[in-house]
């Protein structure tokens, strides 16, 4: 099964997939945390990608379509993946599509996830995550045991700089010009399906792990 997690910045698709991934043994597959670990390895897409990062803007399509394809075509993916923070522009979308129909493989399941932007700023701006192991925490939502520490592996959490409310404000504007016209290609193509994320991380989960389930 390969599937979609689409919404804003903070609608907690990273939370879901790591929830979900195991579920149904999927491989999660990040385009924000792929990025990030290029830029912390210094490589040349990350060199290309951390202007439009710090800014709250999105990073060309051609490199974005590259980058995840590449991951995508590993063994490890054959089984079955969920997508989180890809596709966001309808020319990836389209560029997806195309290159899973060549390998033989598409899209089955694209899981909206509906929630408001007073909410999505909410948990942007109290999110810390673990550099170490990729943990999510929100300072009110899901705090750590130990403020400022990994539960799992006692690593110092960070917070991202693009969670400053002023970047948010621009990744607000971007996901509405530019990610949200999914809903509409991804409805056309018989495969989008809504869930109400405004709820607890339990019962988003619930909802979604539902939605898998039937489709
Ligand atoms: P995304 O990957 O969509 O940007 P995250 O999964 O990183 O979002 O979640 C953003 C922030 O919101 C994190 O601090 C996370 O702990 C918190 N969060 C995620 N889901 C929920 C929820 N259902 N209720 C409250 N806070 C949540
Ligand atoms: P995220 O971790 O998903 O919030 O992404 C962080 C930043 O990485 C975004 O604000 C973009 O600058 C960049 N990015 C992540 N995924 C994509 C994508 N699919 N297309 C373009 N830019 C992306």
Same mark, same amino acid.
């Given at each position: ?9 903070? !609608?907690? *698709?990273? @939370?879901?997939?790591? +929830?979900? /991934? ?13 990025? +990030? =670990? %290029? ?22 399509? &051609?490199?974005?379509? /590259? ?11 054959? =089984? ?24 033989? /493989? ?10 408001? &932007?007073?909410?999505? @700023? #909410? #948990? ?7 550099? @170490? ?11 750590? +045991? *130990? /403020?400022? $520490? ?8 960070? #917070?991202?700089? &693009?969670?400053?409310? %002023? ?10 010009? %530019?990610? *949200?016209?999914?809903? !509409? ?9 809504? $869930?109400?994320?405004?709820?607890? $991380?339990?019962? $988003?989960? !619930? ?9």
């Amino acid at each position: 099964m390969n599937v979609v997690l689409l919404g804003p910045p903070g !609608a907690g *698709k990273g @939370t879901q997939a790591a +929830r979900i /991934a195991g579920t149904f043994d999927l491989l999660h597959l990040s385009s924000g945390d792929i990025l +990030r =670990a %290029e830029r912390k390895a210094r490589t040349e897409l990350g060199r290309k990608a951390q202007d439009y990062m710090d800014r709250g803007v999105l990073v060309p399509d &051609d490199l974005i379509l /590259a980058m995840m394809m590449d991951h995508i075509a590993r063994p490890e993916a054959a =089984a079955g993946f969920l997508l989180d923070g890809f596709p966001r522009t309808l020319a990836q979308a389209e560029g997806l599509d195309q290159r899973l129909a060549a390998r033989g /493989a598409r899209i089955e399941i694209v899981v909206n996830m509906v929630v408001d &932007d007073a909410e999505v @700023t #909410r #948990r942007l701006t109290g999110r810390w995550s673990c550099p @170490t192991d990729g943990r999510i925490y929100h300072e009110m939502f899901s705090p750590p +045991r *130990k /403020a400022g $520490v990994c539960d799992d592996c006692g690593s110092a959490l960070t #917070r991202r700089k &693009d969670d400053e409310p %002023e970047v948010v404000g621009q990744r607000l504007k971007t996901y509405h010009a %530019e990610t *949200k016209p999914l809903v !509409a290609y991804y409805t056309s193509r018989g495969v989008l399906q809504s $869930v109400d994320a405004g709820g607890s $991380v339990e019962e $988003v989960t !619930a909802s979604i792990e539902r939605v898998c389930r039937r489709s």
